[in-house]
């Protein structure tokens, strides 16, 4: 069986309440951005991690969006014909 590995690179910025995640990966000639946010409530405790936490999730799951996407568009230019993929 042949096994590969891809990589996703998944940095942050954060300033005082906000922290922002982009996932980026590079598929054969494809290059794939996606971005997250968080936000903390002015009320809620600074801990840093679960905004990393939620704005990583939220990056991975755009990439992904476009993961599938990239799929269908391929899929679609074999079948010659519009297809539908559930994810």
């Known amino acids: 069986m042949l096994e ?3 990589h996703v690179n998944v940095s ?3 300033d005082a309440d906000r922290t922002r995640a982009d996932a980026t990966m590079e598929l054969a000639s494809n290059k ?3 971005f997250g946010q968080a936000k ?3 009320q ?3 801990v840093p991690v679960i905004g990393e936490e939620l704005a990583a999730a939220r990056a991975l799951s755009h990439l992904a ?3 599938l996407e990239a799929a269908v568009d391929r ?9 539908e993929v559930h994810g």
Do not use: M, Y
């Open 44 to 46: 809620d405790p600074s």
């Open 12 to 14: 942050f910025t954060e």
């Open 4 to 6: 590969h590995s891809w």
């Open 75 to 83: 899929i679609e230019s074999f079948e010659g014909h519009s297809v």
């Open 40 to 42: 903390r409530a002015p």
């Open 32 to 34: 794939f951005h996606g």
């Open 65 to 67: 969006h476009q993961l």
